[in-house]
């Protein structure tokens, strides 16, 4: 699987140079004959691609050169030996990314100016970046976590004194009541503020959860040095060198703690939407053209988008005018894709989803202002 969040889906948000080629498919995690049958959709996607760059107005040498790193896969086994769900490819002059996406994702080709995104908005909606801190007596561990991934980063300036290591002998008793004396306490105070200020230095930028996990003595103790302002407040309380030997055990654990948060930002969003549109106030809209405008601008704090069905047609930004078409034609677009393309531009949240939106239509957002 493929770190995806959304600092990498503004980096394909931001490629200026065209025509962009976006490619979906469903992958196997392995079998030799689903990877064979994997190639084959692949390739059928590819001639897709060919044909509509040809629609799209490039020569048949351009097509060519911008398809030829897509068509060097098709070759390569080992790419093809460790998939995941489904498999994303972002092709244009000068640019090449593939991502192993671990949600099922529709066969699906798309050629334009920009790149298509709204199949990856689900890694956002339930996807949000999330730290996992781990403290015991062995070592200091810090995770940058999705709902899917998980990998270990430095802590910049973590403690490697001598002193700082001993304050970990024996912290159950350090910690606990009637432990340790007041110097060895105070030695312990001190590594843990060393910490806290690398999570600083690190996150200092971030509004992300941080989840702790370490015996209950120091998980309590963190928590009165620390000065990050998005600290989970639930806990993977244990030895984590003991309950979660490795670093997916950390992530399934902090998981299960962050899920329901997540899903109670979405439902917190759905019921200010309901509220606003109560009220008559001009803060929700329904009407694409309306919230193509704002995106745009910068006014869409939430956006609620259909992730399977699109709606086609142009938006000319400068003149801020939008015409709709009953069908996709070369050149159209799908204006859900572009209205949250802008919503992320401007750091606003997307929800993307199959199942009922705020206002049971294909498109919903909650404005700044």
């Not at 498919?25 to 004959?33: A, M, V």
């Not at 690398?198 to 103790?221: F, Q």
Request: with cysteine.
């Amino acid at each position: 699987m493929d770190f995806i969040d959304r600092d990498e889906l503004r980096g394909l948000l931001v490629w200026e140079t065209s025509p962009c080629v976006s490619i979906f498919l469903p992958t196997h995690r392995s079998g030799i004959e689903a990877h064979q049958q994997d190639t084959i959709r692949f390739k059928n996607l590819i001639h897709q691609a060919e044909t509509a760059l040809g629609a799209h107005g490039c020569k048949p040498p351009e097509v060519r050169e911008l398809l030829a790193p897509a068509r060097r896969l098709l070759d390569d086994n080992d790419f093809w030996a460790d998939q995941s769900d489904g498999l994303a490819v972002f092709l244009a002059p000068g640019y090449v990314r593939t991502y192993r996406i671990p949600i099922s994702l529709e066969e699906l080709v798309r050629v334009n100016d920009r790149f298509h995104i709204k199949p990856l908005l689900p890694l956002l909606t339930l996807n949000t970046r999330f730290y996992v801190l781990a403290l015991s007596q062995k070592q200091l561990r810090l995770l940058k976590c999705t709902r899917h991934t998980w990998r270990e980063i430095e802590l910049p300036g973590s403690p490697t004194s001598r002193e700082e290591a001993l304050a970990f002998d024996d912290i159950e008793k350090v910690m606990a009541p009637g432990g340790f004396d007041n110097e060895r306490q105070q030695a312990v105070v001190r590594y843990l503020q060393s910490v806290n200020r690398g999570v600083h230095d690190l996150l200092r930028d971030e509004t992300a959860p941080l989840v702790l996990a370490g015996v209950e003595h120091l998980v309590a103790a963190y928590r009165e040095v620390n000065d990050y302002p998005h600290l989970a407040e639930p806990a993977i309380i244990g030895n984590p060198d003991e309950r979660n030997k490795h670093a997916k055990d950390l992530h399934a654990a902090a998981w299960e703690l962050i899920e329901p948060r997540l899903k109670r930002t979405r439902e917190e969003a759905s019921a200010l939407y309901q509220q606003y549109k109560g009220q008559g106030s001009a803060r929700v809209s329904a009407d694409i053209e309306q919230i193509l405008t704002a995106a745009s601008s910068g006014r869409v704090d939430t956006l609620f988008v259909s992730r399977r069905h699109p709606i086609w047609g142009h938006f000319d930004a400068e003149a801020g005018a939008v015409e709709l078409l009953d069908a996709q034609n070369p050149g159209a677009e799908d204006l859900l894709d572009l209205a949250a393309g802008q919503t992320l531009l401007n750091s606003g949240r997307v929800f993307a989803s199959d199942e009922a939106l705020p206002d049971e239509g294909l498109v919903a957002a909650v404005y700044r202002y």
